[in-house]
């Protein structure tokens, strides 16, 4: 279970690392840090869950993803259509696609030993 935090710290530093690499290019730097944003909201919104609506700690963390890629999906739909950079946000949507299904495989054997394989060796 502790090495599940492994791709969304990796998703979150690859998004701020965008960030600073489009930070002269302030409409796409503006959006990498609101996807970094939605990367922190995702705990918060997952303890939320858990404590305060009664969901299982693993239905938590799945809803807060999918309300997270919901809002992402509107974010993007709302810059495509203003005809704005809307990269930023497809960037995001797919680095939380992989991460809700690294989350929903967690059991299976393909994230077990990557997993296994990190918690052995820094835990």
Same mark, same amino acid.
């Given at each position: 279970m502790i090495a599940l935090n492994i791709p969304g710290m990796v998703y979150f530093a690859f998004l701020y690392l965008l960030a600073m690499i489009n930070r002269k290019n302030g409409a796409s730097h503006m959006r990498y840090m609101i996807a970094t944003a939605l990367f922190v909201f995702g705990p918060a919104a997952g303890r939320a869950l858990?404590?305060? !609506?009664?969901?299982?700690? =693993?239905n938590s963390v799945f809803y807060?993803?999918?309300?997270?890629?919901?809002?992402?999906?509107?974010?993007?739909?709302? =810059?495509?259509i203003k005809k704005v950079p809307f990269l930023p946000y497809l960037v995001t949507l797919l680095f939380l696609l992989a991460f809700h299904i690294t989350w929903v495989f967690k059991s299976s054997q393909w994230w077990q030993y990557?997993?296994?394989?990190? !918690? =052995?060796?820094?835990?």
């Open positions: 858990e404590f305060y !609506a009664g969901f299982s700690f =693993d807060s993803v999918l309300l997270i890629e919901i809002f992402t999906v509107i974010l993007l739909i709302y =810059d495509w990557p997993g296994g394989f990190f !918690a =052995d060796h820094f835990f």
